[in-house]
């Protein structure tokens, strides 16, 4: 696969940037999730969302907040969260090998279980 050559491990700041950016690149293109951002200013929100990657992938400090709180509000069930976590997949098997990679999709798939079981509780 020459397209996966230049996969690198995830070890920095700018490579969770670029895992986020890239991923929501991915989802605003997406014909399920995407009308979910709309009204949303998504470049504010990056920056928020790469700390909280940052927090997990690479032990940064910055992230604060309750990931779930901020989407509990959103009319979105398992299939948004099935095609969101095979959506980061993708990506991260696009850019990225080793551990923290295999930690990032692991942790997004506890992301999906965990919304789930909280949303299906309300």
Do not use: C
Not at 38 to 45: F, K, M, N, P, Q
Not at 58 to 64: A, L, P, R, S
């Amino acid at each position: 696969m020459a397209e996966h050559q230049n996969r690198v491990e995830i070890a920095t700041q700018n490579n969770v940037d670029h895992l986020v950016r890239s991923f929501y690149d991915k989802v605003l293109k997406d014909e399920l999730l995407a009308p979910h951002f709309a009204g949303i200013d998504l470049e504010h929100h990056l920056p928020r969302i790469a700390a909280f990657w940052a927090l997990i992938l690479i032990d940064q400090e910055g992230y604060k907040g309750n990931v779930f709180d901020k989407h509990a509000h959103l009319a979105i069930d398992n299939r948004h969260f099935d095609r969101w976590v095979e959506l980061f997949t993708r990506t991260v098997d696009e850019f990225f090998i080793g551990e923290k990679a295999e930690l990032a999709k692991q942790r997004a798939k506890l992301l999906q279980y965990t919304f789930v079981s909280k949303l299906n509780q309300k």
